[in-house]
């Protein structure tokens, strides 16, 4: 009888960083180890949303996601496989974490040169990571490229195209957003002015509290070259001033949107962004998330 492969236990962590060339470090006194603050992802929850969630928890400082690093994959106790998925990140707000309170799982918190914190950290996979992530330190805003969440079928919609909502599946994914897309700093919301593309980023906008921009300059039926130029355009300019910005359109949209970005089509599902990580408006890294 062919035994099944264990499941791998799925982890998330961040690897923060500030100015003066500083990394943050967490010490867990059960292992006597130092490494980079991270966590078991809790049933339902999205890997970016548990990095941050982690973070948190770990360091009481709230971090928000940059590029994302190279997954780490070993074996734990009894040979399970783990992987851990990684970002670069920043810290919003205050970053002081002299008044962290020691408690069992973690009982020391601290910001690290980096020429120092090769030598501290416990495990040869983190001081790889640590070499990942320096490359990519340096700060960056995000312009997110979305696609709808799924809509009802086009062939069965009789009314007008534009007022074609979500699926049940679709408000659930639209729901599930939220924590992706504020995990990266996303606070301007542009979309087009479609039903469904509305109901996508509505539960973001309604959390958040930031303002939605609905344009026909991203729908199917009003775009153009030239509008669709603008407003990636509008976004760079945005993003070079630190503002993450998430824009929402349509399959036979996209492509023009990622050509703007200077980026390949991933052909993104219903539902599934693209994050494009900007320093000075220019892209330097990008990924694929999906929320199911």
Not at 129 to 138: M, S
Not at 163 to 173: I, K, S, Y
Not at 271 to 289: F, I, N, P, S
């Amino acid at each position: 009888m062919v035994s099944t492969p264990p499941r791998a236990v799925l982890a998330a962590g961040v690897v923060a960083f500030r100015a003066g060339r500083q990394v943050l470090v967490v010490h867990r006194p059960r292992y006597d180890d130092w490494s980079f603050p991270k966590g078991k992802v809790d049933p339902g929850e999205h890997v970016t949303a548990t990095a941050v969630r982690e973070a948190w928890e770990e360091t009481g400082l709230h971090v928000r996601l940059g590029p994302q690093l190279a997954d780490q994959r070993y074996a734990i106790a009894g040979g399970r496989p783990k992987v851990v998925s990684y970002w670069t990140g920043r810290a919003v707000g205050d970053d002081d974490v002299a008044t962290y309170a020691a408690n069992r799982e973690i009982d020391e918190v601290a910001w690290v040169d980096l020429d120092k914190a090769e030598g501290l950290l416990t495990y040869p996979h983190d001081r790889t990571t640590l070499a990942q992530a320096t490359g990519l330190r340096r700060r960056t805003a995000p312009i997110v490229v979305l696609r709808h969440g799924k809509a009802r079928s086009r062939k069965a919609w009789r009314k007008d195209d534009r007022q074609r909502p979500l699926l049940a599946l679709g408000t659930l994914q639209a729901e599930r957003l939220v924590p992706v897309l504020s995990a990266y700093a996303v606070t301007r919301v542009v979309t087009s002015s479609s039903t469904r593309c509305l109901q996508t980023v509505t539960p973001f906008a309604d959390t958040t509290g930031w303002e939605v921009e609905a344009t026909d300059g991203l729908s199917e039926e009003g775009h153009t070259k030239g509008s669709v130029r603008r407003v990636v355009a509008a976004a760079r300019e945005a993003a070079a001033d630190g503002v993450g910005t998430v824009l929402c359109s349509h399959r036979p949209v996209l492509p023009q949107l990622l050509r703007e970005l200077g980026l390949k089509d991933p052909q993104l599902a219903p539902g599934q962004l693209l994050v494009a990580h900007t320093r000075k408006g220019d892209v330097v890294a990008h990924e694929v998330q999906g929320v199911g």
